[in-house]
């Protein structure tokens, strides 16, 4: 667990640096043209890198949600058999506990 925290650390400390660092470079106003009839908006560079940064980010988190699907799927295919399989386990279990029961009572 130890290793994972700090792993977890690693990669967030650079990115935190470069986004401070990013939005402290970039704060002169930049114009997006939304569609040819809106007036164009100015805002911080910084902003919008951000608003890119995490569109970004969404999209990669929705491709990587949507190609694991598969294995999810599998995933909850293996645990149904498992508990199939379980429930068939305590069933002859069960049944073997019975019959050593009538066994013993019969003598």
Do not use: C
Not at 47 to 60: D, V
């Amino acid at each position: 667990m130890f290793g994972i925290n700090v792993f977890k650390y690693i990669l967030k400390i650079p990115t935190l640096i470069f986004i401070i660092g990013f939005v402290v470079l970039n704060r002169q106003e930049t114009t997006l043209y939304i569609s040819p009839i809106a007036d164009p908006l100015a805002l911080p560079l910084w902003i919008m890198g951000l608003i890119l940064f995490g569109i970004g980010f969404i999209a990669g988190a929705l491709l990587l949600w949507l190609n694991s699907w598969p294995v999810r799927k599998e995933l909850r295919a293996a645990k149904k058999d498992l508990k199939k399989s379980e429930e068939a386990y305590e069933e002859l279990q069960n049944d073997i506990h019975d019959s050593a029961i009538d066994k013993l009572d019969d003598e």
